[in-house]
């Protein structure tokens, strides 16, 4: 095995370290932000195909019952 020997790992300047680091932490808050949104979105979901009866549909009488037809 032949190895590199011109191959150095150089050290991340503290700046640039500090800054990567903040963009995760933001980026992992926004995830959680995301999530967050998403879960309330979820909870307020409301049926897009509620059942509802048409107010103005008569229902039809009901056929007098055998025992009612007796009392007259």
Do not use: G, M
Not at 12 to 33: G, Y
Not at 42 to 59: G, I, Q, T, W, Y
Request: charge should be negative; proline fraction near 10%.
């Amino acid at each position: 095995v032949i190895e590199d020997v011109f191959v150095e790992e150089t050290p991340t300047p503290p700046l640039e370290s500090v800054i990567a680091n903040s963009i995760d932490d933001l980026e992992e808050e926004w995830e959680h932000e995301i999530e967050l949104c998403l879960k309330h979105l979820d909870a307020c979901r409301v049926d897009e195909n509620p059942k509802v009866e048409d107010p103005l549909k008569v229902k039809p009488k009901e056929a007098p019952s055998a025992s009612a037809q007796e009392k007259e």
